[in-house]
């Protein structure tokens, strides 16, 4: 505990010794504070050690001065009208709201309290004292190591039945101040015969501080050096010509105007005095284990209740020593005393359950051992993990043949199961190949459409294969069955092909297409040679070749002598029809040339070779769309 011992500080300048204690004091009114305030500070590493705060004569003591006397054992509590109602409150303030609120009132008698006991959460605490009545409450405040009181405004309550120097505060000058102006205030010391105050600077030099008078605040500044760096010790001693039996003074601290804190409080108990009434409480796990961040809130003299961290659930609260009732798993009423409390919590646990599904067409097919990484764990499909509530990504595992996009996080609430589904996308391909893909007119040839996919599991299919005209077979066109990684699904027919086209291949249910061809040779082709009188001579050749579902004609016509009107017949098969007329001659050149009828005609021609295409179209088969052209002028 902190104390204020002799053994802090040998003030030989000041030619007295530092013992006893200084009560802090709350003023009831006529005073420029309206409340007393003081901060606790939990580090990451201290948390949950017990803060030990307590306090001594928290009550107003009626006996302590009473009709302008003071009494044996006078602490300072004065009020200054008779049957005047003067009480005190002490409230502990944390940044989830109070912590406790304890209210005394008055009686006879000087006792010490403990306000709390146990451990804080990482934070910034603060205990605010508030008074109300036309007086004076003297206490005393102290915590446990290794945690200390600070504040940059209070006040306290100097004695005249204490003869030697008391200290008030410490305050702690670090390098960062150098260069900057540490202000010292006093209010309301009552002027120089009242008492003396000082601070020890460190190297033990002593400057004297200036006394306020009556209602009256005073300043003194400090330009920081470096030789000033370390613990500053503010005193004050009621002086031998002072005229009261106590004086209540403020303290205020200040770096370059802005309030900085120093230490306080500490106290050593009067010999022999046991503490009037203590709560410990504890607050564990199933197990008995402690909840680290968890702690314990006092509401008023007489109800405890648990302070949870996020999400955890009361189970149960018992009173292990003491008496009182049991309210809810939550709270606890007990009787002021020695009263040892426990409330058992459970942490906050949900469960959430991953699946996966693969999308086959407008299928969802159920996946099992597909791996998954949720919370640095790696499990495997279909799996319910026992979580704390919050959100979790979970992070799919390659499976081939699929693709993948990461599921929205899973949300975990306390008690209750939520899920997560892994949607894999599977991927196939599908081939149609015909072997022979050139063919005479009319021949068969083996028409095979194959699915396949690198997907593990077996998949279920349908193919199907739609012929164009000029394309017969006997044998069935769909074929049903499965397929997965390594076993592919085959439909083979044997296909009559009579024309150049292309067949399809349909995989179901994920209407997936391709196409694959087969060429027909060409028919043939015929020529022609005429003789005319005069000597002159004229042949000509033709072919056919299929295209495009379709016939290129070629006609090719040679002569030796100019002509004018060469008819160039070549008869369609029955249903056909043609067009693109296009004919080059000699050196490049392009006579006209027309359609009339079954007849290509050229409106004259000079002696050399002359090539006419034009494209035929005929739903005659490969055999029959070959006709015997002619020719004459």
């Given at each position: 505990?902190l104390?204020?011992?002799?053994?802090l500080?040998v003030v030989?300048?000041?030619?007295?010794?530092?013992q006893?204690?200084l009560?802090?004091?709350?003023?009831?009114?006529?005073w420029?504070?309206a409340?007393?305030?003081?901060v606790?500070?939990?580090s990451?590493?201290?948390?949950?050690?017990?803060?030990?705060?307590?306090?001594y004569?928290?009550?107003?003591?009626l006996?302590?001065y009473v009709?302008?006397?003071?009494?044996?054992?006078?602490f300072?509590?004065?009020?200054y009208k008779?049957n005047?109602?003067f009480?005190?409150?002490?409230?502990l303030t944390?940044s989830?709201?109070?912590?406790?609120?304890r209210r005394?009132?008055?009686?006879?008698e000087h006792t010490?309290e403990?306000?709390?006991a146990?451990g804080l959460?990482?934070?910034?605490?603060?205990?605010?004292?508030v008074?109300?009545?036309?007086?004076?409450?003297?206490?005393?405040?102290r915590?446990?190591?290794?945690f200390?009181?600070e504040?940059?405004?209070?006040?306290?309550?100097?004695?005249a039945?204490?003869?030697?120097?008391?200290l008030?505060a410490?305050?702690?000058?670090?390098?960062d101040?150098?260069?900057?102006?540490?202000?010292l205030?006093?209010?309301?010391?009552?002027?120089p015969?009242e008492a003396?105050?000082?601070?020890?600077q460190?190297g033990?030099?002593?400057?004297?501080?200036?006394?306020?008078g009556?209602?009256?605040t005073?300043?003194?500044?400090f330009a920081?050096?470096s030789?000033?760096?370390?613990?500053?010790?503010?005193?004050i001693?009621?002086?031998?010509?002072?005229?009261q039996?106590?004086n209540a003074?403020?303290?205020?601290?200040r770096?370059?105007g802005q309030?900085?804190?120093?230490q306080?409080?500490?106290?050593?108990?009067?010999?022999g005095?046991?503490i009037?009434?203590?709560?410990?409480?504890d607050?564990v796990?199933?197990?008995?284990?402690p909840?680290p961040?968890?702690?314990?809130?006092l509401?008023?003299?007489?109800?405890?209740?648990p302070?949870?961290p996020a999400g955890?659930?009361?189970?149960?609260?018992?009173?292990?020593?003491?008496?009182g009732?049991i309210?809810?798993?939550?709270e606890v009423?007990?009787?002021?005393?020695?009263?040892k409390?426990?409330?058992?919590?459970?942490?906050?646990?949900?469960?959430?359950?991953?699946?996966?599904?693969?999308?086959?067409g407008?299928?969802?097919l159920?996946l099992?051992?597909?791996?998954f990484e949720?919370?640095?764990r790696?499990?495997?499909t279909?799996n319910?993990?026992?979580l704390?509530p919050?959100?979790?990504?979970?992070k799919?595992?390659?499976?081939?043949g699929?693709?993948v996009?990461?599921?929205?996080p899973?949300?975990?609430?306390d008690?209750?199961?939520s899920?997560?589904?892994?949607?894999?996308?599977?991927l196939?391909?599908?081939?149609?190949?015909?072997?022979?893909d050139i063919?005479?007119?009319c021949?068969?040839?083996?028409?095979?459409?194959?699915a396949?996919?690198?997907?593990?599991?077996r998949?279920?299919?349908?193919?199907?294969?739609?012929?164009?005209?000029?394309w017969?077979?006997?044998?069935p066109?769909?074929?049903?069955g499965?397929?997965s990684?390594?076993?592919?699904?085959?439909?083979?027919v044997p296909?009559?092909?009579?024309?150049s086209?292309?067949?399809?291949?349909?995989?179901?249910?994920?209407?997936l297409r391709?196409?694959?061809p087969?060429?027909?040779?060409?028919?043939?082709?015929?020529?022609v040679?005429?003789?005319?009188?005069?000597?002159a001579?004229?042949?000509?050749?033709?072919?056919?070749?299929?295209?495009n579902?379709?016939?290129t004609?070629?006609l090719?016509?040679?002569?030796?002598?100019t002509?004018?009107?060469?008819r160039?017949?070549d008869?369609?098969?029955?249903?056909g029809t043609?067009?693109?007329?296009n004919?080059?001659?000699?050196?490049?050149?392009?006579?006209?040339a027309?359609?009339?009828?079954?007849?290509v005609?050229?409106?004259q021609?000079?002696?050399?070779?002359?090539?006419?295409t034009?494209?035929?179209?005929?739903?005659q088969p490969?055999?029959?769309?070959g006709t015997?052209?002619?020719?004459?002028?």
């Open positions: 505990m104390t204020v011992l002799a053994s500080l030989g300048e000041a030619g007295a010794q530092v006893g204690v009560p802090l004091v709350s003023v009831g009114q006529k420029p504070q409340q007393e305030s003081y606790i500070r939990v990451d590493q201290d948390a949950g050690k017990p803060v030990g705060l307590e306090v004569s928290p009550t107003f003591n006996a302590d009709d302008g006397r003071r009494s044996a054992g006078y300072g509590d004065e009020i008779k005047e109602v009480q005190s409150s002490f409230t944390g989830g709201g109070p912590i406790l609120e005394y009132g008055m009686n006879r010490w403990s306000l709390f146990g959460a990482a934070g910034t605490y603060t205990l605010k004292v008074s109300s009545g036309d007086g004076k409450n003297s206490f005393a405040l915590v446990a190591a290794p200390v009181l504040t940059s405004d209070f006040s306290v309550n100097a004695r039945s204490e003869k030697t120097a008391v008030a410490t305050l702690n000058v670090t390098p101040w150098v260069g900057k102006t540490v202000g205030q006093n209010y309301d010391i009552d002027g015969g003396e105050t000082w601070v020890i460190p033990g030099r002593r400057v004297n501080l200036k006394v306020s009556n209602g009256e005073v300043t003194d500044p920081v050096t030789g000033m760096v370390g613990p500053w010790q503010i005193f001693r009621v002086l031998p010509t002072t005229k039996f106590s003074i403020r303290y205020s601290f770096l370059d309030p900085v804190r120093a306080v409080g500490g106290f050593t108990p009067p010999e005095l046991k009037s009434n203590q709560l410990l409480v607050v796990d199933p197990q008995g284990q909840i961040g968890a702690s314990y809130a509401i008023g003299d007489s109800v405890v209740r302070q949870l955890y659930v009361p189970i149960s609260a018992s009173i292990v020593q003491g008496s009732n309210t809810s798993p939550a009423r007990f009787q002021p005393g020695f009263t409390v426990r409330f058992v919590a459970r942490p906050p646990s949900g469960r959430l359950t991953v699946d996966a599904v693969a999308i086959y407008t299928q969802r159920a099992s051992g597909t791996p949720i919370a640095g790696t499990l495997s279909p319910t993990v026992p704390a919050g959100d979790y990504p979970v799919p595992g390659a499976v081939p699929a693709t996009s990461p599921p929205l899973g949300h975990v609430t008690s209750a199961t899920r997560v589904t892994i949607e894999y996308r599977v196939a391909d599908i081939t149609l190949v015909t072997s022979p063919v005479n007119a021949d068969v040839t083996q028409v095979t459409a194959t396949r996919t690198d997907f593990p599991q998949l279920p299919g349908r193919l199907k294969l739609t012929l164009p005209s000029g017969t077979t006997d044998y066109l769909e074929a049903p499965e397929f990684a390594g076993l592919p699904l085959r439909l083979k296909v009559r092909v009579c024309r086209d292309n067949a399809e291949a349909i995989l179901d249910p994920i209407d391709t196409t694959g087969a060429r027909v040779r060409s028919p043939g082709g015929s020529n040679t005429r003789n005319v009188q005069g000597g001579r004229a042949s000509l050749a033709k072919t056919l070749d299929a295209v579902g379709g016939y004609v070629t090719r016509l040679a002569v030796d002598s002509l004018t009107n060469v160039l017949i008869p369609l098969p029955t249903g043609r067009s693109g007329l004919v080059q001659g000699p050196l490049g050149t392009a006579p006209k027309r359609f009339d009828g079954d007849a005609v050229l409106a021609v000079v002696p050399g070779t002359y090539v006419v034009y494209t035929l179209v005929s739903e490969a055999d029959r769309v015997t052209p002619d020719l004459n002028w």
